[in-house]
């Protein structure tokens, strides 16, 4: 059999292959006493500057995807990711009460916040720093972000929806406490007269390192706040209605 048939059959046999093939696998299709490694290699040479490449796989033979041509390949798709409970009340807790700090959101929930929880807020660009409150300690102050509104599909804050809008969509029952309230959102950027402005060392990384209590190391636990989420707060949808 002629070289070039020989070459030909290599060919036919790797493409139609479900998987890489070994050097007897190609022998058994070609004349006994066939030089397979200078087949190979000459197989290989013709195939150098092609959009495939003969390559070698774990001892084995396969036709793949010219290294540089690869990016042409790559399929990149974004992945929903899940936000933890927790995730999804801080983030209705400063977009309801903003200007907010990290302690008063405690408050507003009865329990400790992991710093995670705000820092994935953050990654995701829904919520900002805004400055810092002046009371002792000069907390951070959180309100949220351009992207949060487009996210949700509102024009501004404020048509975030409030007790009425909640109440009919079953989100809150009608037994409620006589001193429950929603405040009236804003996200203005200007500062209130309790806040000063950041610093340049307000974005250094771990603004706020701390030593977490058991409070907060338990609430860490049963709620993780490692995993993302790209689904909507309970009170909203992806058009900002209830």
Do not use: C
Not at 1 to 17: C, I, K, N, S
Not at 91 to 117: F, W
Request: zero cysteines; aromatic letters at 4%.
């Amino acid at each position: 059999m002629p070289e070039l048939q020989q070459q030909r059959v290599v060919e036919a046999l790797l493409f139609a292959a479900t998987g890489p093939l070994s050097e007897a696998e190609l022998a058994a299709a070609l004349p006994k006493g066939t030089d397979m490694a200078g087949l190979l290699a000459a197989v290989q040479e013709s195939y150098q500057m092609r959009g495939v490449n003969l390559m070698q796989i774990a001892g084995k033979w396969a036709f793949r995807t010219a290294d540089d041509l690869s990016f042409l390949l790559r399929e990149e798709a974004t992945e929903q990711k899940k936000l933890s409970r927790a995730g999804l009340e801080v983030l209705s807790i400063i977009a309801y009460h903003q200007p907010v700090t990290r302690a008063e959101i405690e408050d507003i929930r009865g329990v400790a916040t992991a710093k995670g929880t705000l820092d994935i807020l953050m990654e995701i660009g829904w919520i900002k720093m805004r400055g810092r409150r002046r009371t002792p300690g000069r907390p951070v102050t959180y309100g949220t972000t351009q992207e949060f509104l487009e996210h949700f599909g509102l024009n501004e804050i404020r048509d975030l929806p409030g007790m009425v809008e909640l109440k009919g969509a079953g989100l809150l029952s009608g037994n409620l406490p006589p001193d429950m309230f929603i405040p009236s959102p804003s996200d203005d950027d200007v500062l209130g007269p309790d806040e000063d402005p950041l610093d340049s060392t307000d974005f250094e990384p771990e603004l706020e390192m701390h030593l977490p209590d058991d409070e907060e190391t338990d609430d860490a636990a049963a709620e993780p706040d490692e995993a993302l989420n790209m689904d909507l707060p309970e009170v909203l949808d992806d058009d900002g209605r209830t």
